[in-house]
């Protein structure tokens, strides 16, 4: 890409967060965290936001940690697109067998 088409297009907000849920069609719920001083007492506390993103295949699983792109209003709450699954969750799954009770 030429480097006067990377400066007019300016560089996307960027967040990391964790999937809390993928119960809709194409669309993540991400929870940001990040840690603040308080205005006042400066005690350093924690800030979580949820933001919404179009996830088009469908590949982040809850528990997943992702990173989200900032792009055009795609609905009334969707903002961001999912650019990349960082960090898997571990999937915990019990046999059938295990399961029975004697």
């Not at 809390?20 to 929870?31: F, L, R, Y």
Request: a positive charge.
């Amino acid at each position: 890409m030429p480097e006067a088409q990377v400066k007019k297009q300016g560089l996307k907000n960027e967040k990391v967060g964790e999937v809390v849920s993928a119960k809709m069609q194409k669309t993540i719920v991400v929870e940001v965290s990040r840690r603040v001083p308080h205005p006042l007492y400066k005690r350093i506390i924690g800030k979580r936001k949820k933001f919404y993103a179009h996830d088009e295949q469908g590949t982040a699983k809850p528990g997943d940690v992702v990173r989200i792109v900032e792009c055009r209003p795609l609905s009334k709450l969707k903002r961001w697109k999912l650019a990349e699954v960082i960090r898997r969750a571990a999937q915990v799954g019990a046999q059938p067998a295990d399961l029975d009770i004697k």
